[in-house]
């Protein structure tokens, strides 16, 4: 397996069914016991280090089922968003509500699942995960118990 292959199916867990996405997301929830900062390194390193494989895979740019580091990348955005000693529960819902808006794809993230190129293959994953933090956020700042 070359580099560009491993990174987009993070060594191979793309291949796995069912859900391949699903995953690829379930992988990255550890690092919610790291804390919101190591998360947003997280993604911000999973979602450069995405860019750079599609546009070295031409096939990668029809966004196959077997990428799935732009799953990880937008949830690990998605676990910024949890306080430092956030519960699991909180975990579990911001898992929840990244698979949510990555498979509905509403707005924004419909738009960009669109796009095509390496852009297009990334970015729906990232506002899924970027969309999923804001509401978590809001969450928080309503008070619940985390």
Known sequence: MNLPTAVLSLGGLGR??????????????????????????????????????VSRLPEAQEDPG?????????????????PPDASGWW???GFAL????????????GWADRMEGSLGVMLDDILAGLLA????LALRALGLPH
């Open 16 to 53: 796995l069914r069912p859900a391949p996405g699903t995953w690829a997301s379930a992988l990255v929830l550890p690092a919610a016991l790291l804390g919101p900062w190591w998360c947003l390194a997280l993604g911000v390193g999973f979602s450069v280090a995405g860019l750079w494989a």
């Open 98 to 109: 990244f698979r949510a808006l990555d498979i509905v794809k509403p707005g924004p993230i």
């Open 133 to 136: 933090a804001a509401a978590l």
């Open 66 to 82: 077997w990428v799935v580091v732009d799953e990880a990348a937008g949830q690990c955005l998605a676990l910024a968003a949890l």
């Open 91 to 93: 975990v579990l819902l």
